[in-house]
């Protein structure tokens, strides 16, 4: 595709509910990065995908969360037991190959609320 | 660990005037330093990137940033402001270390333009 793109834009749910957000990445790119923006932040690290492993998830806050890149292309951000602190911007990036040098490019994220 | 400063939360110059917006940054080593740019409801978009050689660097917009070693410091600059700058604006760091691919970003610069 012509960049990276997110759906939904918007999920409001409530509190203790699951939620599934997705990424598309550029076609190609290998690498794969999840990013969460609260108000009046700058985006915080989330996890990393090379294919389809993970290689970096230090940035999940807790086992609610999991994200998954099954055919190492598109990636689903899975949060289960959402509480209001939740409640952001979920960004998503990719790569051409990741590591240090390679631009990564932003979706427009997921805006989720959890009442 | 890489950390990144923005000192300045809001900025606000008239169009045509010129720009600085400040970001410092904490690492053990020379890091890779990047400017995003993000408007209302765009995704984040580079606008340049220090990676090594020339330590001042241009990027897309008519924008660029000098990375000075001795300061800790990568503040982007402008020399006159259009209306459509007006966004918010992160500073980036990315290590160096072999696989850490992880880009810690500030809490960004909001930058307002008056006519």
């Known amino acids: 595709g012509a960049g990276v793109s997110q759906t939904p834009s918007n999920k409001v749910t409530e509190k203790g509910k699951y939620v599934e957000l997705r990424c598309d990445p550029i076609s190609g790119h290998t690498a794969l990065y999840w990013y969460r923006q609260s108000l009046g932040q700058g985006p915080e690290f989330l996890i990393y995908f090379q294919g389809t492993g993970a290689a970096d998830d230090s940035g999940l806050p807790n086992d609610r969360f999991f994200a998954v890149r099954p055919e190492g292309s598109v990636s689903t951000l899975k949060i289960q037991r959402t509480e209001r602190g939740d409640s952001a911007v979920y960004l998503c990036?990719?790569?051409?190959?990741?590591?240090?040098?390679?631009?990564?490019?932003f979706g427009p994220g997921t805006r989720l609320t959890v009442l | 660990a890489q950390s990144v400063t923005q000192p300045d939360i809001h900025i606000t110059v008239s169009e045509g005037a010129s720009l600085e917006l400040r970001c410092n940054y904490s690492?053990?080593?020379?890091?890779?330093l990047f400017w995003y740019v993000q408007s209302p409801g765009q995704g984040l978009q580079l606008l340049l990137k220090y990676f090594s050689g020339d330590t001042l660097v241009q990027g897309i917009k008519g924008f660029e940033a000098e990375f000075k070693r001795s300061q800790s410091s990568f503040n982007l600059r402008k020399p006159s402001v259009h209306w459509s700058d007006a966004a918010e604006y992160f500073c980036?760091?990315?290590?160096?270390?072999?696989?850490?691919?992880?880009?810690?970003f500030g809490k960004g610069t909001r930058l307002h333009i008056l006519p």
């Open positions: 980036a760091v990315g290590a160096r270390s072999g696989r850490d691919d992880k880009i810690i």
């Open positions: 990036a990719s790569s051409l190959q990741g590591g240090d040098t390679d631009t990564q490019y």
């Open positions: 690492y053990g080593a020379t890091p890779y």
